[in-house]
């Protein structure tokens, strides 16, 4: 091990990860000494594995909901008790592997760009070609290099100005890397995504089942954030504004063409009979259609960079459909605001 895994601590978060945890201790090892695995609540002998590999264990209690960024916050400070001397913190998912000679990258990184608060590389799909849902993963993370707007799960972050913007909001039960991100670009730091590979991510998303509520969880998260930081940072600074006003002017601008066209057809009686307005409400869902499969053309010509014609084709389509999923996301936290309902997380991996 070199100099930079011993200025370098990590934090491994999961829950029921089971063989994938396995091997994402195995990655780490190599990599840093100052180790600590934070378990939210598994059942599947995590624990006890993680133990048995000499790594420090952190359990979570049940005095709070389970969220990713509690237990990441959890992990830095344990991590800090274990080794005040600690610099950076490299936060990794429990279902991902860390590259050889990620830690060496990124460290020199931070070394030659003092303004470097956070930085990234590429995270890889383990098995993209397992599931249509893996391969929509694999293609949404293969951003551009370069200066970032935010960085994902994984990532290596300045101890100093992790502490100083007040760490992840442990509230959120999603999209709370962004929210950090913008806080860290409010105080001028500056997130960086290299080229090079960083971590191997084995999403095991192998259903439509799945793959829904991942994104309902997506656009429960993303409207908490826009509500959060709304009144905090310029509009264009705000992540997931464009993400949350996108889902909503497609999903409800749909439904509300469709009964626009009913209700008139119904009011000026253009359609007499029932089967008449049914012809009339089913060219409405046609045309609405239409409109969406335009727009699919419109995210593939976007994201022709990201992949094959055929990939990126199949991926502007799920991003039309993710819309919804993402709006039922929405209602669900207006539901929960109204009712004054805590947030809970909500789990796709079976």
């Known amino acids: 091990m070199d100099e930079a895994g011993k200025t370098v601590g990590i934090v491994v978060i999961a829950r029921n990860e089971g063989e994938r945890l396995r091997r994402c201790l ?40 389970f969220t990713m960024a509690r237990a990441r916050n959890a992990g830095f400070t344990h991590l800090l008790k274990m080794n005040t ?30 303004d470097a ?13 397992a599931s249509v849902y893996n391969m929509l993963c694999d293609i949404e993370w293969n951003t551009p ?13 300045r101890v100093d100005v992790f502490k100083q913007v007040g760490m992840f909001d442990a509230l959120l039960i999603a999209g709370e890397e962004p929210d950090l991100c913008a806080r860290i670009r409010k105080l001028g730091g500056v997130i960086y995504r290299l080229p090079d590979n960083m971590t191997r991510h084995d999403a095991a998303l192998l259903t439509f089942k799945a793959w829904w509520r991942r994104m309902t969880r997506c656009g429960y998260g993303a409207i908490e954030v826009v509500s959060k930081l709304t009144k ?16 909503k002017l497609w999903c409800d601008g749909w439904c509300m063409f469709v009964l626009l066209i009913g209700a008139l057809s119904y009011i000026h009686e253009r359609a007499k009979t029932s089967s008449e307005w049914a012809h009339v409400v089913g ?18 010509w976007r994201s022709r960079a990201r ?34 309902t805590p947030a809970r997380l909500i789990e796709y991996k079976v």
């Open 26 to 65: 195995l990655s780490i090892c190599r990599q840093a000494q100052a180790i600590v695995y934070v378990d939210s609540g598994s059942t599947d002998g995590s624990v006890a594995l993680a133990s048995s590999m000499g790594v420090d264990v952190l359990r979570l209690d049940l005095s709070a909901p």
């Open 85 to 114: 001397s600690i610099q950076l913190v490299q936060f990794i998912d429990g279902d991902c592997e860390l590259e050889e000679g990620w830690v060496q990258t990124a460290c020199a990184w931070v070394k030659l760009h003092p």
């Open 117 to 129: 608060a956070v930085v990234c590389g590429r995270r890889r799909e383990k098995f993209p070609r």
């Open 145 to 157: 290099v370069g200066r970032a707007h935010s960085c994902g799960g994984d990532a290596l972050i």
């Open 232 to 247: 905090k940072l310029p509009i264009s600074e705000v992540p997931f504004r464009e993400l949350t006003r996108s889902a």
């Open 283 to 300: 060219t409405a869902i046609v045309i609405g259609t239409l409109a969406q499969a335009l727009q699919c053309v419109r995210t593939a």
């Open 307 to 340: 992949g094959s014609f055929h990939d990126v084709l199949v991926y502007s389509v799920f991003v039309q459909i993710a819309k919804w999923p993402q709006r039922i996301g929405q209602l669900l936290w207006h539901r929960d605001q109204w009712m004054h």
